[in-house]
């Protein structure tokens, strides 16, 4: 963005403005936010930072306490994404998300620290907290991944409660879509999809999750982007991390988190990274118009970054200066 015009911006929102790297920012952080817990952004440092795909501030506060209190970016990222996915009004992360066709709620999850480990969860059912089952796949298995049954007999073993994660809202949407039955994803559902969080310590260390329901009315079975590293998230702490929302399909034939972490290894900033993957997905889909991609970044300086292909996806950052609530710049315009 031209100087001139940030400024314009900055100061028609009534928000302070940052000086030196503002402009490092994800696109819309300067000065386009809708709303913001701090009047008055003084310059700032870029960490530490907690980033997450969408409006989630109860999410992102959580993580950011811990954050701000000396603890670790994994500690917080675990408990910003168990917020959400305790929250049973959102149709799309843990409790009361969305069924597959038959009527399961089905969870996938992901959580990945800065030495580079790496635990996830597919197809887990009745366990709210899929976030937390794939941590102690990181930390208390010889392996990275687990499916299905397998994953809830583990997460049975590790002391986790089993639930039923169908809400009543939930039992009555998908029971009206089985009049038609008709399978089309829904673009920026209620504003709020997968979760991705990242976030960058003290220390500067860095960490991300990623925790979802899938798409709704999913087939049995079908497992998307979330859980799946490089593609809904990646972190490598040299570099910076990125995490994906949106049909899952298109960024995993992308690989598109590992892709944005690999260009900015190359020297982009996270914003152009972020694009640059949404490029890569719409220049090979005719269709694109009938779906929703979006993607967070951040690099090692906590600068960060988002774009998505259509408006509406709105992204949560906290940092020292405050929390702030932007809206992504995309492909195509409002
Ligand atoms: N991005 C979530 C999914 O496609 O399952």
Same mark, same amino acid.
């Given at each position: 963005m031209k100087r001139r015009k940030f400024i314009q911006r900055a100061s028609l929102s009534g928000v302070g403005i940052i000086t030196g790297s503002t402009a490092l920012a994800c696109k819309g952080e300067a000065g386009t936010s809708v709303s913001t817990t701090s009047t008055t952004v003084a310059t700032t440092p870029m960490k530490p #930072? #907690?980033?997450? *795909?969408?409006? #989630? =501030? $109860?999410?992102? *506060? !959580?993580?950011?306490? +811990? +954050?701000? %209190?000396? /603890?670790?970016? +994994?500690?917080? +990222? @675990?408990?910003?994404? %168990?917020?959400? @996915?305790?929250?049973? @009004?959102? $149709?799309s992360v843990g409790i009361g998300g969305l069924p597959d066709r038959d009527g399961n709620v089905t969870l996938d999850a992901c959580i990945m620290n800065s030495e580079g480990e790496y635990g996830a969860v597919v197809y887990l059912q009745n366990f709210k907290h899929p976030i937390s089952v794939a941590r102690k796949v990181m930390e208390e298995t010889p392996h990275v991944l687990l499916a299905g049954a397998g994953a809830e007999k583990f997460a049975l073993s590790q002391g986790f409660r089993k639930e039923n994660l169908l809400t009543e809202a939930s039992e009555k949407a998908w029971k009206e879509w089985k009049i038609k039955s008709e399978y089309k994803p829904i673009i920026n559902i209620e504003n709020h999809d997968t979760i991705g969080m990242l976030a960058i310590d003290s220390e500067g260390n860095i960490s991300g999750g990623c925790t979802t329901s899938g798409l709704a009315y999913k087939m049995a079975g079908r497992v998307g982007d979330s859980p799946i590293i490089g593609s809904g998230l990646f972190v490598d702490n040299e570099v910076g991390a990125a995490t994906a929302t949106g049909l /899952? =399909?298109? #960024?995993? !034939? *992308?690989? /598109?988190?590992?892709?944005?972490? @690999?260009?900015? %290894?190359? /020297?982009?900033?996270?914003q152009l990274a972020c694009e640059e993957a949404v490029r890569r997905i719409v220049s090979k889909n005719t269709n694109y118009r009938d779906f929703q991609v979006g993607y967070i970044a951040v690099n090692k300086k906590g600068e960060t970054g988002s774009y998505c292909i259509h408006p509406g996806f709105s992204v949560t950052v906290n940092r020292k200066a405050g929390r702030r609530i932007i809206t992504a710049e995309s492909h195509t315009k409002p």
């Open positions: #930072v #907690v980033i997450a *795909t969408w409006n #989630v =501030e $109860q999410a992102v *506060t !959580k993580a950011w306490e +811990i +954050i701000d %209190r000396g /603890g670790t970016a +994994i500690d917080a +990222i @675990e408990a910003g994404c %168990r917020v959400e @996915e305790a929250n049973a @009004e959102g $149709q /899952g =399909e298109e #960024v995993l !034939k *992308t690989v /598109g988190s590992f892709l944005i972490v @690999e260009l900015m %290894r190359g /020297g982009m900033s996270p």
